[in-house]
């Protein structure tokens, strides 16, 4: 029983959880760049295949680049001792993004958020930190913009 009541959780997230989960990502994060142009807009809460999903909506798209479609999308949410890399599910009129993100998977803190562009074919990689953060506590979960300096 002890074993169950320290493990549920865990196990849980593991294998029942299906959305919004952070992918392994071995991806050294590159000096920020300027190409890339973005607008992150909100973050809603919905129910998606049973699971309370949090949806980061907005737009990111790599300038003077014809075609976004040769690149992969992650939005990375950088803490000073984590990092999560969460896929680009929906890419909406080539520049709109839509990720789903689960609070269970993700601990308590302030984080950063980043935007990685990374070439599915070559080895170019481009990236950028947001004005914008994720705040996580223990019972939920907000977007909040960093102040102007």
Sequence with gaps: MLVYLFAAHDLYNHFILTEGKPIQCQQDLPK???LIKYRLKKLN???ISGQ???ILSG???????PDQSQYERLIVL???TKMYFFPV???IKKTGI?????KEFIKPGTYRIGILFRHKIKDTVFYTVTNKTI????NNIKIASLPSS
């Design 32 to 34: 920020g760049t300027q």
């Design 45 to 47: 809460s919905n129910i």
């Design 52 to 54: 309370d999903i949090n």
């Design 59 to 65: 737009t990111a798209f790599l300038r003077k680049e």
């Design 78 to 80: 950088q803490s000073h």
């Design 89 to 91: 599910i929906n890419i």
């Design 98 to 102: 839509l990720v789903n993100i689960a």
């Design 135 to 138: 705040i996580r506590t223990p």
